[in-house]
């Protein structure tokens, strides 16, 4: 059994049940262990994922909750046996502080996929009965092999998402092979899909959004989309019909997969990255016919996630966001709802101590 000492006072906002606003919250993080790294947190990002996990859309919250897992800070304090970083320097954390690091998964930087993954909130720690609480807050302690290093050249308040929106995007366009000469299509144009978009660019793929919003047009283009369709026009499943090798579909709405993927060519990938609340009928016709593959893909392991970043830094990809006081916390939860947000909302926790 391993035990937490705990004596580091954090500030920070918490959901109390499913149905309450996020409120101001004191508790404690643990002493220093020889590995950890403290980091004074200065941007968190909003994730739809910190939605669904405080009204326990997903049945498996727990509370208190302190949210937030694009994570962006300067480290304060090291452990003794800390090598990877020093005080001072930037640095961020994503969706997750640990793994088993034992397993076929974890040895091969795809730690995601562990079964024992601790997320940085809402998770239980290795002593069984201590909640990860994230980023809603003004400090946190991490092992260091769970930090990543920040670029230098980013603004830190729009590389925060990066941690979850980047990865989630960077991931399935590295595994699947989006460069020059594949056309690339992301479905929806939002905190991820936005980012998307930026990376297929980078990667020198031809970029096409499909969007139910006319609105975004001009913004897609603005960020490297070389066409934009309309999904809430029929025509655009006629003309595109066989088109795309890659697809990337961002949204949590439920739609008619079929459609879309019918839009793939031979061998063609559509790659899931959205949760919607309900399950999807999929027509083994509409894969059959050719060939196309229906996959899906979560986040990243730390090393692809550094790379992700290195990749951000070299093409000087930022994420656009609106940056809100912690105060405005349930303001914003109602904006994502509402789909009111160009394209993240990040904390400024400097507001914490306000």
């Known amino acids: 059994m391993i035990t937490l ?3 580091i006072e954090v500030k920070g906002y918490a959901a109390h049940n499913a149905s309450s606003p996020l409120s101001p919250f004191s508790f404690e993080r643990r002493n220093l262990l020889d590995y950890d790294v403290m980091i ?12 669904h996990q405080v009204k326990n859309e997903w049945g498996r919250s727990n509370y208190p909750m302190v949210p937030g897992h694009e994570i962006v ?3 304060s304090k090291v452990g003794s046996k800390v090598t990877q970083f ?7 954390v994503g969706c997750f502080v640990d793994s088993c690091r034992n397993c076929d998964t974890c040895k091969k930087g795809l730690e995601q996929y562990c079964s024992s993954l601790l997320t940085t909130y809402n998770g239980i720690e290795k002593d069984g009965k201590t909640i990860t609480q994230g980023g809603y807050s003004n400090k946190i302690i991490v092992d260091e ?7 230098e050249n980013l603004k830190p308040e729009n ?3 990066l941690l979850c929106a980047g990865i989630t995007l960077y991931s399935p366009l590295m595994k699947w092979n989006a460069g020059p000469g594949k056309k690339i299509g992301i479905i929806g144009l939002g905190g991820l899909g936005h ?7 980078a990667l020198g793929a031809e970029v096409s959004v499909l969007s139910h919003s006319h609105k975004k047009q001009k913004d897609s283009m603005k960020m490297g989309a070389d066409y934009f369709y309309s999904s809430s026009d029929p025509k655009t499943f006629e003309k595109l ?8 579909n961002t949204i949590s709405a439920n739609v008619d997969l079929n459609e879309y993927l019918n839009l793939l060519k031979l061998d063609g990938t559509m790659v899931i990255v959205g949760i919607p609340e309900k399950d999807s009928h999929i027509s083994p016709y509409t894969l059959i016919s050719a060939r196309r593959n229906l996959t899906g893909s979560l986040i990243g392991g730390i090393l692809e996630t550094q790379q992700m970043l290195d990749f951000c830094s070299k093409h000087k990809i930022e994420c656009d966001v609106e940056l809100i006081s912690i105060q405005k916390i349930n303001e914003a939860y109602e904006r994502i709802i509402n789909s009111d947000v160009r394209y993240r909302f990040v904390i400024d926790l400097s507001s914490l101590k306000c």
């Open 5 to 7: 000492g705990f004596m």
């Open 40 to 51: 004074d947190i200065n941007y968190c990002g909003i994730c739809h994922t910190d939605i």
């Open 73 to 75: 800070g300067v480290v």
């Open 86 to 92: 020093k005080v001072g320097n930037q640095v961020g």
């Open 145 to 151: 092999n769970y930090v990543l290093h920040m670029p």
């Open 159 to 161: 590389a925060a998402p």
């Open 195 to 201: 980012i998307g978009v930026k990376i297929a660019h």
């Open 241 to 248: 019909e066989g088109y795309f090798d890659i697809m990337i």
